[in-house]
């Protein structure tokens, strides 16, 4: 089996993370969750900022801001809220307050961003990103 250099480097952190002398378990968590047909438990909210995403794109419909330690910039995943199913969403932000397991999504209001609130739902990694800063 040949490794892709993304994966190796993601067993070698774990690995390096796991030999640490008072490795702790969030070293263990915050790994980049690899493209798969896995369904993972997040919770999101939403915001209505109107500008530049740390990746340096306007904001739109299809951003969301996460912790790059587990959605990488530029990653695609599929979001589902509830029953629907909002597919190629775009990782283009990143925020001061999203750590672990949180996608942040714009929408165009802020009453929309209100109402939306904090709820749990899905994510589907299809593509891991590799924007830089």
């Excluded at 896995?38 to 306007?58: M, N, P, R």
């Excluded at 509830?82 to 802020?110: A, F, R």
């Amino acid at each position: 089996m040949k490794w892709s250099a993304r994966s190796r480097i993601h067993r070698i952190s774990m690995l390096v993370c796991i030999l640490a002398a008072g490795a702790t378990i969030s070293c263990l968590l915050y790994q980049p969750i690899e493209p798969s047909l896995l369904w993972h438990d997040f919770e999101a909210t939403a915001y209505c900022d109107y500008g530049f995403t740390a990746s340096g794109v306007w904001v739109r419909d299809g951003v969301v801001a996460a912790d790059p330690r587990i959605l990488p910039l530029g990653s695609v995943i599929d979001l589902k809220v509830g029953d629907e199913v909002h597919s190629n969403q775009e990782v283009m932000d990143t925020g001061g307050k999203i750590k672990g397991y949180i996608v942040d999504v714009w929408l165009p209001t802020c009453e929309e961003a209100v109402a939306f609130g904090r709820q749990h739902v899905k994510v589907r990694v299809k593509k891991l990103g590799d924007v830089n800063r």
